[in-house]
């Protein structure tokens, strides 16, 4: 081949260092570690094909099983829309080294593989016995990073659902997830049901993994329960025993009924026939403070302050309901009633 830049039917083809091939005559590589395909984006690939031809030519390899055919390393893109805009030929170049691995590193520098794809080559060296480190090595990836996605290819049944649904299709969450899975199986299980339409994200399972850590201890022991009548002493403030705790021990299933009944319209007594007792027991606990901490403060505006700079008092989620049980204490007129307080949250409008 020389330099020339050669036409084609369908419009000029890149031939520099390459060679023109017959589109029947190469296939895809039944192992290529990408698998999904943007047909958007496909489409687009497409059209400028039609208009401008093949501009950077694919990487092929001879077929050892088919004499005088080719099987694609990389371009599997390029090779789709080529067919998809009518060409009979493709540019080339014929690389005899080409490894899987290869197609692995290439498609990770353009971050085009997804989660699962990186696990299923994974999974492949691990069957064909190379090692987590060896992998690692492989593609110039950390061995964490190898344990994480090969988590992918156990996930337990709820996990996998999630996944595939894609409300998480992080991997650095979901192997946390697996984890507190393994430990905490019911718990999980359940904080799934509970957040059915939302994303899940490597904060929410921080903050759920804190919430388990939180509900092992005595709620009568939780540091936010300590305060009694909000005078101006320092351990008379929502966050006096502790403020890095506070800060650090967001209440994930607070968070959990918030959302379930704001977003997804659950009626209250609803959500709490189906929650475990457990559960019940926790929440009842944790908002009844706050209504008696409403009932007995002596400085209110000094109380809120500090909840609102720790957390303690927002807008919405823990501290939305948080700061509705200290109002309705506050009125110091009704005894407790937990089914208000989240009637409450379902009558406001949408947070913005």
Request: proline share 4%; aromatic share 6%; charged share 30%.
């Amino acid at each position: 081949m020389t330099g020339k830049r050669k036409e084609n039917k369908k419009g000029p083809v890149a031939s520099i260092g390459a060679t023109e091939i017959d589109i029947k005559l190469i296939s895809e590589d039944i192992h290529q570690p990408r698998k999904e395909f943007n047909q958007e984006t496909l489409q687009e690939l497409t059209e400028t094909i039609k208009l401008r031809g093949v501009k950077s030519p694919i990487s092929v390899r001879p077929n050892p099983d088919k004499l005088g055919t080719y099987i694609i390393n990389h371009g599997a893109r390029r090779y789709r829309a080529s067919i998809n805009a009518g060409l009979s030929k493709i540019p080339a170049f014929i690389d005899t080294d080409y490894s899987e691995a290869d197609q692995v590193i290439e498609n990770l520098q353009r971050d085009d593989l997804t989660s699962r794809e990186i696990a299923d080559f994974i999974g492949r060296q691990l069957a064909a016995g190379k090692t987590k480190s060896e992998i690692a090595r492989l593609i110039g990836k950390t061995n964490p990073y190898i344990t994480m996605h090969a988590a992918l290819l156990d996930l337990p049944d709820p996990l996998g659902k999630v996944y595939r649904s894609g409300r998480c299709t992080d991997v650095t969450a979901l192997y946390d997830l697996t984890r507190l899975y393994k430990a905490n199986k019911e718990e999980v299980i359940t904080w799934l049901a509970f957040s059915t339409q939302e994303e899940i994200s490597r904060l929410d399972i921080y903050q759920f993994s804190q919430f388990l850590k939180l509900k092992k201890t005595s709620p009568s022991n939780s540091t936010d329960g300590r305060v009694v009548n909000g005078e101006d002493k320092s351990n008379n403030t929502p966050s006096a025993h502790n403020d890095d705790q506070k800060q650090t021990s967001p209440n994930a299933l607070l968070d959990s009924i918030y959302n379930l009944i704001k977003k997804d319209k659950r009626k209250p007594r609803d959500l709490m026939r189906d929650l475990s007792s457990e559960n019940k027991e926790f929440l009842q606990s944790k908002i009844k403070n706050y209504f008696e901490q409403g009932r007995n403060c002596k400085n209110t505006v000094q109380f809120t302050i500090k909840a609102l700079q720790d957390g303690s008092f927002s807008a919405k989620g823990s501290g939305a309901l948080q700061l509705i049980a200290f109002l309705h204490g506050m009125e110091r007129t009704e005894p407790f009633d937990l089914i208000k307080i989240l009637e409450e949250i379902a009558e406001q409008q949408e947070a913005g």
